[in-house]
């Protein structure tokens, strides 16, 4: 069995002027790889048995992947062998800095390992589904591994998929590289991470600052303002929105009453979230209020009857899909739809939406296209470039670093894929962008203020360069790093009540008879 | 320089025109007195010249001949004319000419000042002109206010996470004394693994950087544990330790100012679990010699806050709180501190630790809390 990947690899774009632009040598890698797994034989539509296995032994029973520094081959002992794409790179690499060919290596091996990833997420959830040609490669990954939170960059960030897919193998049981920590972190220990997580990106403040702004710039003059949050978490958004209340110059500051949408069992930590609030707002001197609500039981269905509305009050819904802090279960599809919805129906001045940005460019397309290993790969460009910003912004503080991936980002991670694993299974499909999903329903566009946008190019401005704010459309500020964008904050005007009709479909049948 | 000073002489020096003396002959022309007669084009010229234009439709449409029967003065040619109608025409471009004759320059000057006397295209090169400087203005205005509210957002947002980290650890702490009787080891370090102390640590130490530290932040990534970067001027003494802690005063034992014997010594003086704790400690420093290059240059605050840190009492045993006399010494110097230099930490906060250490001094010290 052949494995040709020679022909397909052009690197001369790539550019290895730092060992951290992994990014950029994805991209490539990438788009390389795309023709080379067309020809490896168990994935290709004729499979063949013995390509199976052969393939399967080759992985299994080589003692170590032979590396060639020289000529920037490695090779399994049996044929095929295995050269990597760096044949063409080493050269390349030594025109560029001189510790470019340093890694070189590493280069190698990062790319290894993403071709492996991804051939293991082929044979999880490919076209052919091969749970042991799977569980098989999974056991090699760890092996090139090593112990988990130690190695390089790529080499954690590897390691987190790797636990993730494991995950979806073992049906749910924590994984196993790292102990089984993952659920064990003790609330201490996220709220650290999570808080080294906000000092050391803006991925946090950006979407806060930017939905809080346009809050205060839809209710600028009310003197009562009620924000419906979907995912209140420890509701640290809220914090600056106060601030901001608080001290807006000339008249009082207005009530703000914050109704926490909760699912069940979340209602202890909204009432300690409320709490907190409560006290900031009060050494603010802000007038504040603080109530739950309750999603439906199972359906987690957003009803607007349950939400109390005083007459007068500025009504704001705010959607925060971006994973805040732990890995909290993923929201439903119907969950959503019915949230954003229901902001017709209460009759919201605003809809604030953050939302992680599905990737741009070909390469979107193209892993979009192909199901569960599109969106598989496209996490893994995702925090792959959330990696590399955390480590260029940080270098020094590996440590930190590694604490926050492994308490904030590894679960993510794992949730993440297990989201994409679950795609099919969900009802009604799953929406990528629910920016899309509010044009598609009519849903009007706020446009995003200089102010708004001033603000989040200075709040990236504090960061030492590589995050960049877009503006793709009126309403939509995009946060990305380098080329890849990450996170979406927009401002949306909910239609009027007649344009509902395409809505209810997401409605449960038994619903539109009442 | 100039003899005579007739209402008609210049009202400007002419520091690139040679001396010249400058004649008023009949016609009420000043002209010079140099081989090559110039006409001077003084101010009161200028302006019937420009009414002229504008009588005839702006200076495209003139022509010489035109403005000549227009204005009627005598001693004017033509070649005169055609000359400082085409100076004209240049001049209404944004663009000027530096070579400009003097008076013509100082014209085109008040040409824009008297924009009721210009021509339309004048009037609109005047807005238009007066506009962009006004649009400048604001967009300058609004970026300074959104820096200054920015950074009061982002205080708040630390304030806020600030307090659920506080008030987990005192629910954990609280825990802790329940559980485990009254040992002072930090109950997260207890429950799973070492870095966990060093997290918060860590937490705590890390601070957001503040807006005007944005130059000087790109140089921290040179520093490491032994090597401290000379931009940051501090005093020898206070070290890196105070740099660190220069944002934010709400750590922690690890806040080894007084260098590192008095950490080795805060731990001894808790006890027989202290020796148990020694080690992460210093994983502690470690990490937060780390976590130096967040940390603003000693420049901004640190220098006049170093003396509260080297006030800063050991933790005793008897959880005697000196801590609290910190707190208002926080008070004190933060409140001098201009709010808007960088996000200055709430002062009133305990440092972090303290509670993790002792329940009974976070007892105490939930008292103390406030955000004020």
């Known amino acids: ?514 | 320089m100039f003899p005579s000073k007739k209402a008609t002489t210049m009202n400007s020096s002419s520091h690139e025109r040679p001396p010249s003396v400058c004649v008023q002959g009949d016609s009420g022309l000043v002209l010079t007195t140099d081989p090559k007669p110039r006409l001077r084009w003084t101010v009161e010229l200028h302006d019937r010249f420009v009414d002229a234009v504008t009588q005839l439709g702006g200076p495209d449409k003139a022509t010489p001949k035109t403005i000549m029967r227009v204005m009627g003065v005598k001693g004017l040619t033509l070649y005169h004319l055609k000359s400082h109608l085409q100076k004209f025409r240049l001049g209404k471009q944004p663009h000027k000419d530096p070579n400009d004759h003097n008076s013509f320059r100082n014209s085109t000057v008040d040409l824009h000042r008297n924009a009721a006397s210009s021509s339309m295209m004048g009037r609109n090169l005047n807005e238009n002109m007066h506009m962009m400087q006004m649009e400048v203005q604001r967009r300058l205005q609004e970026q300074l206010e959104v820096q200054k509210l920015i950074q009061m957002r982002i205080e708040a947002h630390g304030k806020y996470m600030q307090s659920i980290l506080e008030r987990a650890c005192k629910a954990l702490a609280a825990e802790s004394m329940v559980n485990s009787g009254s040992s002072y080891k930090a109950p997260a370090m207890a429950a799973d693994g070492q870095l966990s102390a060093p997290i918060k640590e860590l937490s705590s130490s890390m601070s957001f950087p503040s807006l005007q530290d944005l130059h000087l932040y790109g140089s921290g990534d040179q520093l490491d544990h032994h090597n401290l970067d000379h931009s940051f001027n501090f005093s020898p003494n206070s070290s890196a330790e105070s740099i660190i802690l220069g944002k934010s005063k709400r750590h922690s034992p690890c806040n080894n100012v007084n260098g590192r014997s008095s950490w080795l010594g805060w731990g001894a003086a808790l006890g027989p679990s202290s020796s148990v704790d020694q080690e992460p400690y210093s994983k502690c420093d470690q990490l937060l010699h780390m976590a130096l290059p967040v940390i603003e240059p000693a420049g901004i605050e640190v220098n006049p806050m170093a003396n509260v840190y080297e006030t800063k009492p050991v933790l005793s045993l008897d959880g005697t709180l000196t801590a609290a006399d910190d707190q208002k010494k926080y008070d004190g110097s933060s409140s001098s501190a201009s709010k808007l230099d960088r996000p200055s930490p709430p002062p009133r906060r305990a440092p972090l630790g303290m509670e993790m250490i002792s329940p009974m001094m976070a007892m105490t010290q939930a008292r103390n809390l406030s955000y004020g």
């Open chain 1, 1 to 514: 069995m052949e494995v040709a990947m020679d022909e397909a690899n052009d690197f001369s774009r790539c550019n290895f002027s730092t060992a951290a632009a992994m990014d950029d040598y994805f991209a490539c890698a990438w788009n390389n790889w795309e023709q080379s797994v067309a020809d490896v034989g168990p994935f290709s539509a004729s499979a063949d048995a013995d390509d199976f296995h052969d393939l399967v032994e080759s992985i299994v029973f080589a003692d170590d992947v032979d590396y060639d520094p020289s000529t920037g081959h490695f090779s399994l002992p049996q044929s095929p062998s295995y050269n990597s794409n760096t044949s063409t790179c080493t050269p390349v690499a030594e025109e560029e800095e001189h510790n470019a060919t340093a890694t070189a290596g590493d280069d190698a091996k990062g790319l290894r390992l993403v071709h492996l990833l991804e051939a293991a997420a082929e044979a999880l959830g490919g076209v052919h589904k091969c749970p042991d040609l799977a569980r098989v490669i999974l056991v090699r990954l760890r092996e090139l591994l090593g112990r988990g939170g130690e190695g390089t960059s790529i080499e954690r960030l590897a390691g987190h998929f790797t636990d993730a897919l494991q995950g979806l193998l073992d049906g749910g049981r924590t994984s196993l590289r790292d102990g089984g920590q993952h659920n064990h972190n003790n609330k201490m220990e996220v709220l650290t991470a999570f808080q080294l997580l906000q000092d050391m990106s803006p991925y946090t403040k950006f979407g806060h600052f930017t939905a809080n702004q346009a809050i205060l710039e839809a209710t600028a003059g009310d003197r009562r303002i009620h924000v419906v949050d979907f995912e209140i978490a420890e509701g640290v958004q809220w914090a600056s929105l106060m601030q901001a209340l608080a001290s807006r110059p000339g008249t009082s500051s207005p009530h703000l009453r914050i109704t926490a949408m909760i699912r069940s069992g979340g209602s202890r930590s909204a009432q300690e979230t409320g709490r907190l609030l409560a006290a900031y707002a009060a050494s603010l001197g802000q007038p504040f209020s603080f109530s739950q609500c309750r999603l439906e039981a199972n359906s987690e269905r957003f009803r607007a009857a349950g939400v109390k509305v005083v007459k007068g009050e500025a009504l704001v819904m705010n959607c925060v899909l971006h994973p805040t802090t732990t890995a909290a279960r993923r929201r439903t599809t119907g969950s959503v739809a019915s949230f954003l919805s229901g902001s017709v129906d209460l009759g919201a001045r605003v809809v604030t939406l953050v939302e992680e940005e599905v990737g741009e460019g070909e390469e979107a397309e193209q892993e979009q296209g192909r199901g569960f290993v599109g969106r598989f790969m496209a996490e893994l460009g995702r925090y792959s470039a959330v990696w590399d910003s955390l480590e260029a912004e940080f270098p020094m503080q590996g440590q930190a670093r590694a604490v926050v991936e492994r308490v904030i980002l590894g679960p993510r991670i794992a949730g993440a894929i297990g989201h994409a694993y679950r795609a099919e299974e969900e009802e009604g499909g799953q929406v990528e962008s629910w920016g899309e999903w509010m044009t598609a329903m009519g849903f009007g566009k706020v446009s995003i203020s200089c102010f708004n946008h001033s603000q989040a190019k200075l709040l990236l401005g504090l960061f030492k360069g590589g995050y960049k704010v877009e503006e793709t459309a009126t309403n939509k500020l995009v946060l990305g790093w380098k080329t890849r964008r990450l996170l979406s904050a927009s401002v949306w005007k909910p239609p009027s009540p007649v344009l509902l009709p395409v809505i209810d479909s997401f409605e449960d049948s038994d619903f539109l008879f009442d």
